[in-house]
């Protein structure tokens, strides 16, 4: 074996296994790979042009580390492929990955819009609630009032009609009837209002 293929030969074969361990081992980038075992075949090819004027058992010789490159840059191209494979796998994983992660913020920010939205809603139903109740409260506050100061009337006039009635010495039955009557009529109305309301 001449010097120059021999030296020519074990160049292929280091650059060979560089790049399969650097692919096995993920030292290189696949870029970087790829371009180790373009060099080799490069090498490759010169090393069988050198090789082939060759005859004989020393020809056979370099015919046969000329095969057991080849094999051998052949599998670190699959390695180098594979390792691209994988890499683009792990690509679109990662990018649905992404992309699943970024839908589910969208309905998490569609959640919270709509419960603050919901929130605002019902906010807004309490405060429509509360005014209402208020204006009733008003309403019934003024509806007490007023049946309130009827009451006082009919009681001030009845006293009246007591005051009247003792001031003249009015004595009939009947009349006394109709003062006891009154008085306590206006007293049940009184009492049923305050129940009601």
Do not use: W
């Amino acid at each position: 074996m001449t010097d120059e293929l021999k030296t020519l030969y074990s160049n292929i074969m280091q650059d060979i296994e560089r790049a399969s361990r650097s692919i096995i081992d993920k030292q290189l980038d696949p870029q970087q790979a790829l371009d180790l075992i373009k060099l080799s075949e490069k090498s490759l090819l010169q090393f069988g042009a050198k090789a082939r004027v060759f005859t004989g058992p020393e020809g056979q010789i370099y015919q046969k580390q000329f095969q057991e490159m080849r094999q051998k840059l052949q599998i670190t191209k699959t390695q180098l492929t594979q390792l691209q494979m994988n890499s683009i796998d792990a690509s679109l994983v990662a990018d649905m990955n992404n992309q699943a992660v970024l839908s589910q913020k969208q309905d998490n920010l569609k959640i919270m819009q709509q419960t603050a939205v919901d929130g605002m809603q019902t906010a807004n139903n309490l405060a429509g609630d509360i005014n209402e109740e208020v204006v009733d409260q008003n309403e019934k506050i003024a509806s007490m009032a007023q049946t309130n100061e009827r009451i006082n009337k009919g009681l001030k006039k009845g006293i009246n009609l007591a005051d009247l009635i003792k001031c003249t010495e009015v004595k009939h039955m009947y009349a006394q009837a109709i003062l006891i009557a009154f008085m306590l009529a206006f007293s049940i109305a009184a009492i049923v209002v305050r129940l009601v309301l």
